[in-house]
C-alpha cells in the first residue's frame, strides 16, 4: 500500500514557476514507476510526466522543455518543477504510483494523491 501527498500547488501569473511535490509513504518507493497527472476544468484526466523506478523519464508534448520530473528516493518524493507557465496548465494536478509496467495511462497507476490545484493567471 502507498499513500500519496501533493504540495506546492497556487495561484501564479503567465511565465512563473512552480515545483510540486509529492510524498510517498512505504519503504518500497525506489520500485514504484511514479507519474503526474492533470485535469483541467470540463476536461479529461491527462497524462503530464512520467519517471520509472530506473529513471526514464517521459513528458505530454505541450509541456516538454517547460516542465521537469525528478525523484528523490531517499526522500520517498517525486518532483514536477513547472516553469514558464500558461493559462492552459491551470488545473488540478495529481501524483500517481505504478507497480509493474510503467504506461501513461491512468488506469494503469494504482495510487493517487489527493491532487493539488495550479492557477495561472494571464
Known amino acids: 500500500q502507498v499513500q500519496l501527498v501533493e504540495s506546492g500547488g497556487g495561484l501564479v501569473q503567465a511565465g512563473g514557476s512552480l515545483r510540486l511535490s509529492c510524498a510517498a509513504s512505504?519503504?518500497?518507493?525506489?520500485?514504484?514507476?511514479m507519474g503526474w497527472f492533470r485535469q483541467g476544468p470540463g476536461k479529461e484526466r491527462e497524462f503530464v510526466a512520467g519517471?520509472?523506478?530506473?529513471?526514464?523519464?517521459r513528458y505530454e508534448d505541450s509541456v516538454k522543455g517547460r516542465l521537469t520530473i525528478s525523484r528523490d528516493n531517499a526522500k520517498n518524493t517525486v518532483y514536477l518543477q513547472m516553469n514558464s507557465l500558461k493559462p492552459e496548465d491551470t488545473a488540478v494536478y495529481y501524483c500517481?504510483?505504478?507497480?509493474?509496467?510503467?504506461?501513461?495511462?491512468?488506469?494503469?497507476?494504482?495510487?493517487w494523491g489527493q491532487g493539488t490545484q495550479v492557477t495561472v493567471s494571464s
Open positions: 519517471i520509472s523506478w530506473s529513471d526514464s523519464i
Open positions: 500517481a504510483a505504478a507497480y509493474g509496467g510503467w504506461s501513461t495511462v491512468a488506469n494503469r497507476y494504482q495510487y
Open positions: 512505504g519503504r518500497t518507493f525506489s520500485t514504484y514507476h
